[in-house]
């Protein structure tokens, strides 16, 4: 595969022409250390900034609580700062950013895009079987709708968006700079989703799109695992007011099994006690983005080169 920026023709208008100052950002989840595949979407969210002359932030996203790992966001921070890949601004924890993320709810309810869910899973299991289908994707369920107009006076529980009717669907188009257009009928493929989930916690996509917009966000540039949320943060932005990004997905690593390589199954955490462990992990990440084998003294300079190949396969340079 050639160099990822390049590949996407139309998007690369945009790329060099960018009307604000480029930002990027790194958004780890600290619910384990950094792996091959995590540090591919590290290294290219870093390229990429750098071949723009832009901002690279590193956001901490730990408002899965019961997932995240004590001590685990320091030790991204210390893995990222040997591999010379250190935030040009401190660092956002998004469990600091309650405040925010309920503004943003606040708006939703106030536009009534939002409404309160009193259903359990297995409730939206059973209303689904009932209508003979159990639409499901990734283990999230389609949400029938049960408590659109109403919660049959059962007690709130989540919160979640209107995403479309069967009369009216919601479609969703967006351009990826890598892997090109692409749509989604968010209405029957997701449903309405979770903002707020039922145990109070705040979801991902809402969390994600305020902080991208909060922090300025011109690019996403992360792991082509998540570029099937892209539609659902495309929607909840343009129900906010909010800007949307240039996206960028990387390819994903995969196990010698063929699955993505991600903390879940087990994948291992980068070793990086010495200055070739360093090297051989920046290389391997970037062989996975399709950039040429540099061979050069320290991972300063080795950093510098590449962003050189990066910005070259982009058309920057
Ligand atoms: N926190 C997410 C993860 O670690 C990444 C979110 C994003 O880049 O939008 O998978």
Redesign the pocket.
Known sequence: MTALPGRAGPPREGVARSPAPYRG?????P?GLLHAG?LV?ALA?WLDARAHGGSWIV?I?DVDRPRCIAGADHAILGQLQRLGLVSDEPPLWQSQRGDAYAAALAQLQAAGAAYPCGCTRKETEAALAAAGHAPERFGELVYPGTCRDGLHGKPARAWRLRCGTDAAPLHIDWQDRRLGPATQDLTHEVGDFVVRRADGLWA?QLA?VVD?AAQGITD????E??AD?TPR?IHLQRLLGLPTPRYLHTPLVRATDGHKLSKQNGAAPLVLDTTADVRAALQQAAAALGLPAINADTPQAWLAETTAAWARAAGLA
């Open positions: 950002r790194f958004a780890p989840s619910t995590s979407a969210s956001r996203e991902y994600v991208d996403v540039v992360r792991g695992d998540l949320n943060q």
